[in-house]
Protein backbone atom coordinates (compact mmCIF):
# COMPACT_ATOMS: atom_id res chain seq x y z
CA UNK A 1 0.00 0.00 0.00
CA UNK A 2 1.37 3.14 -1.11
CA UNK A 3 0.98 5.96 2.29
CA UNK A 4 1.82 9.29 2.61
CA UNK A 5 3.42 11.62 5.36
CA UNK A 6 2.84 15.45 5.52
CA UNK A 7 5.20 17.44 7.60
CA UNK A 8 7.11 20.63 7.05
CA UNK A 9 10.12 19.17 5.92
CA UNK A 10 10.91 16.23 3.75
CA UNK A 11 11.24 13.02 5.77
CA UNK A 12 14.93 11.72 5.28
CA UNK A 13 15.34 9.43 8.54
CA UNK A 14 12.09 8.56 11.08
CA UNK A 15 13.17 8.84 14.74
CA UNK A 16 10.74 7.79 17.20
CA UNK A 17 11.79 9.83 19.86
CA UNK A 18 11.04 13.10 18.26
CA UNK A 19 7.42 11.73 17.84
CA UNK A 20 5.17 13.54 19.71
CA UNK A 21 3.22 12.51 22.54
CA UNK A 22 -0.59 12.74 23.11
CA UNK A 23 -1.92 11.64 19.45
CA UNK A 24 -4.55 9.57 18.71
CA UNK A 25 -2.94 6.24 19.07
CA UNK A 26 0.16 7.29 20.88
CA UNK A 27 3.53 8.53 20.01
CA UNK A 28 5.01 7.28 16.67
CA UNK A 29 5.32 8.19 13.10
CA UNK A 30 1.76 8.84 11.28
CA UNK A 31 1.02 8.15 7.66
CA UNK A 32 -1.97 7.79 5.67
CA UNK A 33 -3.03 6.11 2.41
CA UNK A 34 -5.18 9.26 1.90
CA UNK A 35 -2.73 12.04 -0.19
CA UNK A 36 -5.04 14.60 0.40
CA UNK A 37 -4.84 14.44 4.28
CA UNK A 38 -1.30 14.13 3.80
CA UNK A 39 -1.12 17.35 1.90
CA UNK A 40 -3.87 18.90 4.30
CA UNK A 41 -1.23 18.34 6.99
CA UNK A 42 2.08 19.42 5.19
CA UNK A 43 0.00 22.51 4.42
CA UNK A 44 -0.34 23.31 7.62
CA UNK A 45 2.86 22.27 9.32
CA UNK A 46 4.66 23.95 6.05
CA UNK A 47 2.73 27.49 7.66
CA UNK A 48 3.50 26.53 11.36
CA UNK A 49 7.12 26.45 10.38
CA UNK A 50 7.75 28.85 7.22
CA UNK A 51 7.91 26.42 4.92
CA UNK A 52 5.85 25.11 1.62
CA UNK A 53 5.50 21.74 3.51
CA UNK A 54 6.29 18.30 2.17
CA UNK A 55 4.42 14.98 1.59
CA UNK A 56 6.75 12.21 1.93
CA UNK A 57 5.82 8.83 -0.18
CA UNK A 58 6.40 5.09 1.73
CA UNK A 59 5.23 1.80 0.83
CA UNK A 60 4.04 -0.30 3.77
CA UNK A 61 3.94 -3.83 3.69
CA UNK A 62 0.14 -4.99 4.68
CA UNK A 63 1.43 -8.64 5.43
CA UNK A 64 2.34 -6.67 8.86
CA UNK A 65 -0.81 -7.10 9.66
CA UNK A 66 -1.17 -11.07 9.73
CA UNK A 67 2.78 -12.03 9.74
CA UNK A 68 6.35 -10.91 10.63
CA UNK A 69 5.45 -11.38 14.56
CA UNK A 70 3.88 -7.81 15.43
CA UNK A 71 1.06 -6.80 17.23
CA UNK A 72 -1.21 -4.98 15.95
CA UNK A 73 -4.64 -3.28 16.25
CA UNK A 74 -7.06 -2.15 13.50
CA UNK A 75 -10.19 0.04 13.81
CA UNK A 76 -12.47 -0.29 10.92
CA UNK A 77 -14.61 2.93 11.98
CA UNK A 78 -15.57 5.23 14.55
CA UNK A 79 -16.74 3.11 17.38
CA UNK A 80 -16.48 2.89 21.59
CA UNK A 81 -13.26 1.21 21.34
CA UNK A 82 -11.36 3.59 19.47
CA UNK A 83 -12.93 6.15 21.57
CA UNK A 84 -11.69 4.80 24.48
CA UNK A 85 -8.20 4.11 22.86
CA UNK A 86 -7.94 7.67 21.29
CA UNK A 87 -8.87 9.08 25.26
CA UNK A 88 -6.30 7.09 26.59
CA UNK A 89 -3.65 7.92 23.91
CA UNK A 90 -4.24 11.71 24.30
CA UNK A 91 -4.24 11.41 28.08
CA UNK A 92 -0.49 12.65 28.64
CA UNK A 93 -0.75 12.38 32.55
CA UNK A 94 -0.91 8.40 32.29
CA UNK A 95 2.73 6.97 31.80
CA UNK A 96 3.96 6.72 28.82
CA UNK A 97 3.85 4.81 26.48
CA UNK A 98 0.10 3.87 26.54
CA UNK A 99 0.22 0.66 25.36
CA UNK A 100 2.84 -1.75 23.66
CA UNK A 101 0.76 -2.00 20.31
CA UNK A 102 3.56 -1.63 17.66
CA UNK A 103 1.58 -0.58 14.49
CA UNK A 104 -2.64 1.18 14.51
CA UNK A 105 -4.60 1.75 12.15
CA UNK A 106 -8.20 3.51 12.38
CA UNK A 107 -9.85 7.14 11.40
CA UNK A 108 -8.85 10.39 12.79
CA UNK A 109 -9.67 12.76 15.62
CA UNK A 110 -9.05 15.77 13.42
CA UNK A 111 -10.16 19.29 15.71
CA UNK A 112 -13.92 19.14 15.17
CA UNK A 113 -13.34 15.79 17.04
CA UNK A 114 -11.14 16.15 19.35
CA UNK A 115 -12.80 19.49 20.89
CA UNK A 116 -15.95 17.36 20.94
CA UNK A 117 -13.72 14.52 22.41
CA UNK A 118 -13.02 16.98 25.53
CA UNK A 119 -16.47 18.31 26.00
CA UNK A 120 -17.48 14.20 26.36
CA UNK A 121 -14.29 13.99 29.21
CA UNK A 122 -15.86 17.25 30.57
CA UNK A 123 -18.88 15.49 30.79
CA UNK A 124 -20.41 17.85 28.04
CA UNK A 125 -22.31 15.48 25.96
CA UNK A 126 -23.24 11.97 26.69
CA UNK A 127 -21.04 8.72 24.98
CA UNK A 128 -23.91 7.70 22.71
CA UNK A 129 -24.58 11.24 21.38
CA UNK A 130 -20.70 11.58 20.59
CA UNK A 131 -20.93 8.27 18.78
CA UNK A 132 -23.89 9.46 17.31
CA UNK A 133 -22.34 12.64 15.53
CA UNK A 134 -19.33 10.63 14.01
CA UNK A 135 -21.46 8.34 12.06
CA UNK A 136 -21.70 11.75 9.66
CA UNK A 137 -17.70 12.30 9.86
CA UNK A 138 -16.29 11.97 6.52
CA UNK A 139 -13.61 9.05 5.86
CA UNK A 140 -9.79 9.84 7.53
CA UNK A 141 -7.32 7.24 7.68
CA UNK A 142 -3.83 6.89 9.46
CA UNK A 143 -0.89 4.40 10.65
CA UNK A 144 0.77 4.44 13.67
CA UNK A 145 3.77 3.12 13.68
CA UNK A 146 4.80 2.71 17.16
CA UNK A 147 8.49 0.40 17.49
CA UNK A 148 11.39 0.71 15.93
CA UNK A 149 10.65 -2.82 14.89
CA UNK A 150 7.44 -1.73 13.12
CA UNK A 151 9.73 0.86 11.08
CA UNK A 152 10.86 -1.98 8.90
CA UNK A 153 7.56 -2.84 7.48
CA UNK A 154 8.31 0.94 5.98
CA UNK A 155 10.12 1.66 3.03
CA UNK A 156 10.93 4.91 1.09
CA UNK A 157 9.35 5.18 -2.39
CA UNK A 158 12.21 4.46 -4.69
CA UNK A 159 12.94 7.43 -7.56
CA UNK A 160 12.77 6.31 -10.74
CA UNK A 161 16.04 6.19 -12.68
CA UNK A 162 14.63 8.64 -15.14
CA UNK A 163 13.57 11.44 -12.24
CA UNK A 164 17.72 11.10 -11.30
CA UNK A 165 18.51 11.83 -14.70
CA UNK A 166 16.46 14.73 -14.98
CA UNK A 167 17.49 16.08 -11.68
CA UNK A 168 21.36 15.34 -12.57
CA UNK A 169 20.86 17.51 -15.66
CA UNK A 170 19.12 20.52 -13.60
CA UNK A 171 21.58 20.72 -11.37
CA UNK A 172 24.64 20.94 -13.37
CA UNK A 173 23.74 23.88 -15.29
CA UNK A 174 22.46 25.24 -12.17
CA UNK A 175 25.60 24.62 -9.85
CA UNK A 176 27.10 26.68 -12.97
CA UNK A 177 25.31 29.80 -12.85
CA UNK A 178 25.65 29.73 -8.62
CA UNK A 179 28.89 29.59 -9.44
CA UNK A 180 29.36 32.92 -11.71
CA UNK A 181 26.00 34.55 -9.64
CA UNK A 182 27.42 34.36 -5.99
CA UNK A 183 31.67 34.39 -6.99
CA UNK A 184 32.21 31.42 -5.49
CA UNK A 185 33.64 27.80 -6.34
CA UNK A 186 32.34 24.65 -7.69
CA UNK A 187 32.52 22.57 -4.25
CA UNK A 188 30.58 25.49 -2.24
CA UNK A 189 27.79 25.68 -5.03
CA UNK A 190 26.73 22.00 -5.18
CA UNK A 191 26.91 22.20 -1.48
CA UNK A 192 24.21 24.97 -1.19
CA UNK A 193 22.42 23.37 -4.02
CA UNK A 194 22.12 19.97 -2.69
CA UNK A 195 21.77 20.98 1.48
CA UNK A 196 18.17 23.72 -0.07
CA UNK A 197 14.69 23.13 0.75
CA UNK A 198 14.26 23.89 -3.23
CA UNK A 199 16.43 20.63 -4.05
CA UNK A 200 14.24 18.28 -1.32
CA UNK A 201 11.35 19.66 -3.16
CA UNK A 202 13.32 19.16 -6.65
CA UNK A 203 13.93 15.35 -5.50
CA UNK A 204 10.19 15.33 -4.08
CA UNK A 205 8.35 13.79 -7.35
CA UNK A 206 5.15 14.45 -6.13
CA UNK A 207 5.62 18.33 -6.30
CA UNK A 208 7.04 18.09 -10.05
CA UNK A 209 9.04 20.53 -9.53
CA UNK A 210 11.63 18.49 -12.26
CA UNK A 211 8.89 19.30 -15.04
CA UNK A 212 9.94 22.85 -14.87
CA UNK A 213 13.19 24.57 -16.75
CA UNK A 214 16.06 24.63 -14.36
CA UNK A 215 15.84 28.55 -15.24
CA UNK A 216 12.74 28.43 -13.28
CA UNK A 217 13.91 26.18 -10.48
CA UNK A 218 17.06 28.51 -10.16
CA UNK A 219 15.15 31.09 -9.73
CA UNK A 220 13.39 29.64 -6.94
CA UNK A 221 16.66 28.60 -5.42
CA UNK A 222 18.12 32.09 -5.68
CA UNK A 223 14.90 33.63 -3.38
CA UNK A 224 16.19 30.93 -0.99
CA UNK A 225 19.50 31.67 -0.68
CA UNK A 226 18.83 35.35 -0.22
Not at 56 to 82: I, P, R, V
Amino acid sequence: MRVYHGSYTQIQEIDLSKCEIGKDFGQGFYVTKIKEQAQFWAERKGLDNDTQGYITAFEFNENAFQHFKLKTLQFTGYDESWLDFVTMNRNTALPQPTHDYDIVEGPVADDRIATRIKKYLKGGISRQQFLEELKFVRETHQICFCTGRSLQMLDYEERTKDIEYEIAEIGEPLIEQLILDFNIDEETAADKFFSSNTFAKLADEATELHKKTWQEIYELLKQELK
